[in-house]
C-alpha cells in the first residue's frame, strides 16, 4: 500500500472506504460487514480522509499516476503482432 493511511492491522486502506462509502454508495454498515470492520473503523477513516484531504488527494493522484504508467508499460496488442 506503499504507507498510506489504512485501518490499524488491516490492508484496507482510508482510501479505499472513502471510495466504497462515497463514490460506490455503500452504507458504511456494509462495508463494515463485508471487510469484518468496526462501524467506529469506519467512522475513523472517514474522519481521517476530511481531516487531511490534501494529503489523501495526494494518495489518489500517485496511485492513479502509478496506474496510468502500469498501463503504460504494457505491450499493446497491436504491437504484438508487429513483432510475430
Known amino acids: 500500500m506503499g504507507g498510506q493511511p489504512r485501518i490499524e492491522g488491516r490492508r484496507i486502506s482510508v482510501l479505499q472506504i472513502v471510495e ?4 460506490e454508495g455503500m452504507d458504511p ?3 463494515a460487514t463485508e471487510f469484518d470492520l468496526d462501524m ?6 472517514l474522519a481521517y480522509y476530511y481531516e487531511n484531504i490534501d ?12 496506474l496510468r504508467e ?5 505491450p499493446r496488442p497491436d504491437s504484438l503482432s508487429e513483432h510475430a
Do not use: K, L, N
Open 20 to 23: 466504497w462509502v462515497h463514490e
Open 29 to 31: 454498515e456494509t462495508v
Open 40 to 45: 467506529a473503523d469506519i467512522y475513523r477513516a
Open 55 to 66: 494529503e489523501m488527494d495526494g494518495w489518489r493522484d500517485r496511485r492513479e499516476r502509478q
Open 70 to 74: 502500469s498501463r503504460d508499460d504494457q
